[in-house]
């Protein structure tokens, strides 16, 4: 078992410290190798994913990442941004499959900005296709009109077969839950989503014990507020499942606990925690790694078919919250909070 550690920026190599503590401490006998990638390596090379890096992650069997980003990149030209580092390494490993559980533990319920009634018990899974649509859609540019005016344009597509993968993914998720799945789209509007939800219907033929009902993504975002628990898996395109899931991430009490699983045809997969690099308090010792931690879980599961060590390390994780452990994002007014590093030990502990 090969491990590529991408830590990345920002609270990036704080974050994954703990994880893999956690991870040796199941001692399973992962090898790590670590990596450049993001503003890091753009600073070191001039390139956010450096042709080392790449070939590590390709002969890996999975890739654990941290974030990638921060204000002293925003202004380079795009093919030296770190965020292009992220979107390149999923579009050569064809990393179409995107799971984004959000998942409210009991302690959390009072941390979400919605009642404690509205969230509490929350199972969902957003699957976000990630390797098409307006992200990677050509052509795209800036341009200038005859009339010396500006133009930005970028395209949104999806093929059929593209759409069937992620579905597929979708309806079998589904399968080993409660047996519904959502798909959302703007066919009102988008060719690209009606074509997307024309595919979904045949597709949903196939799985007759699975439901499947379609929402447009205005609808779906305000669905998500107002009776969250209505859904069990959402299925939705590239753009607006990254909209959808910072929302979902909310109704948990913090995008601080969304872990992520990115997934090719063979389960070979980058698991990377939802949020991003906080620049803003990064080094400070006191960002949460529990998304982290919990994207090494669905490492263990997805691509090394541990299930059981997934598990434990999911029941450390909820052990640690039922203890009143927390970092400053998930506690209550007034609650005490502890750092990343103690953070990630009291799940050592645990384990
Ligand atoms: C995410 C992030 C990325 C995305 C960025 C960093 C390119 O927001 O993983 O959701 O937009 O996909
Ligand atoms: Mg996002």
Same mark, same amino acid.
């Given at each position: 078992?090969?491990?590529?550690?991408?830590?990345?920026?920002?609270?990036?190599?704080?974050?994954?410290?703990?994880?893999?503590?956690?991870?040796?401490?199941?001692?399973?006998?992962?090898?790590?190798?670590?990596?450049? @990638? %993001? !503003?890091?390596?753009? &600073?070191?090379?001039?390139? /956010?994913?450096? +042709?080392?890096?790449?070939? =590590?992650?390709?002969?890996?069997?999975?890739?654990?990442?941290?974030? @990638? %980003? !921060?204000?002293?990149? &925003?202004?380079?030209?795009? /093919?030296?941004? +770190?965020?292009?580092?992220? =979107?390149?390494?999923?579009?050569?490993?064809?990393?179409?499959?995107?799971?984004?559980?959000?998942?409210?533990?009991?302690?959390?319920?009072?941390?979400?900005?919605?009642?404690?009634?509205?969230?509490?018990?929350?199972?969902?899974?957003?699957?976000?296709?990630?390797?098409g649509d307006i992200?990677?859609g050509?052509?795209?540019?800036?341009?200038?009109?005859?009339?010396?005016?500006?133009?930005?344009?970028d395209t949104m597509r999806y093929s059929e077969?593209e759409i069937?993968?992620?579905?597929?993914?979708?309806?079998?998720?589904?399968?080993?839950?409660?047996?519904?799945?959502?798909?959302?789209d703007k066919a009102n509007v988008l060719e690209t989503t009606q074509l997307w939800r024309e595919v979904m219907?045949?597709?949903?033929?196939?799985?007759?014990?699975?439901?499947?009902?379609h929402?447009y993504v205005?609808?779906?975002?305000?669905?998500?507020?107002?009776?969250?628990?209505?859904?069990?898996?959402?299925?939705?395109g590239?753009m607006f499942?990254?909209?959808?899931?910072?929302?979902?991430?909310?109704?948990?009490?913090?995008?601080?606990?969304?872990?992520?699983?990115?997934?090719?045809?063979?389960?070979?997969?980058?698991?990377?925690?939802?949020?991003?690099?906080?620049?803003?308090?990064?080094?400070?010792?006191?960002?949460?790694?529990?998304?982290?931690?919990?994207?090494?879980?669905?490492?263990?599961?997805?691509?090394?078919?541990?299930?059981?060590?997934?598990?434990?390390?999911?029941?450390?994780?909820?052990?640690?919250?039922?203890?009143?452990?927390?970092?400053?994002?998930?506690?209550?007014?007034?609650?005490?909070?502890?750092?990343?590093?103690?953070?990630?030990?009291?799940?050592?502990?645990?384990?």
């Amino acid at each position: 078992m090969k491990v590529a550690v991408l830590a990345g920026d920002g609270i990036g190599p704080e974050i994954i410290a703990e994880a893999i503590k956690a991870l040796r401490a199941l001692d399973l006998g992962i090898e790590f190798e670590e990596a450049l @990638v %993001g !503003g890091a390596a753009t &600073d070191a090379h001039g390139d /956010p994913l450096p +042709p080392a890096t790449l070939a =590590l992650c390709k002969a890996a069997d999975a890739v654990l990442f941290g974030a @990638v %980003g !921060g204000p002293k990149y &925003d202004t380079l030209p795009r /093919p030296q941004r +770190p965020e292009q580092g992220l =979107l390149r390494l999923r579009k050569e490993l064809g990393l179409f499959a995107n799971l984004r559980p959000a998942l409210i533990y009991p302690e959390l319920a009072a941390a979400s900005t919605l009642k404690p009634e509205v969230v509490a018990g929350l199972d969902l899974l957003i699957v976000r296709e990630l390797t098409g649509d307006i992200y990677f859609g050509q052509p795209r540019g800036i341009r200038t009109l005859d009339n010396g005016e500006r133009e930005g344009f970028d395209t949104m597509r999806y093929s059929e077969s593209e759409i069937r993968r992620i579905g597929h993914v979708a309806f079998k998720a589904a399968r080993k839950r409660v047996k519904r799945v959502c798909s959302v789209d703007k066919a009102n509007v988008l060719e690209t989503t009606q074509l997307w939800r024309e595919v979904m219907t045949e597709l949903g033929r196939d799985y007759p014990d699975v439901e499947l009902t379609h929402m447009y993504v205005d609808n779906a975002a305000m669905q998500l507020l107002r009776n969250p628990k209505q859904f069990d898996v959402l299925v939705t395109g590239n753009m607006f499942g990254d909209i959808l899931s910072d929302e979902a991430s909310m109704l948990t009490g913090s995008i601080g606990m969304l872990p992520s699983a990115s997934l090719d045809a063979n389960a070979k997969g980058l698991y990377e925690p939802i949020h991003g690099s906080a620049p803003d308090i990064a080094g400070k010792g006191i960002a949460n790694p529990l998304a982290t931690i919990l994207s090494a879980a669905m490492m263990l599961r997805y691509t090394f078919n541990g299930e059981e060590a997934a598990a434990r390390l999911e029941r450390a994780v909820a052990k640690v919250l039922a203890q009143g452990l927390r970092t400053g994002d998930i506690a209550a007014a007034g609650e005490p909070t502890i750092g990343t590093r103690a953070m990630g030990d009291a799940v050592v502990n645990a384990l």
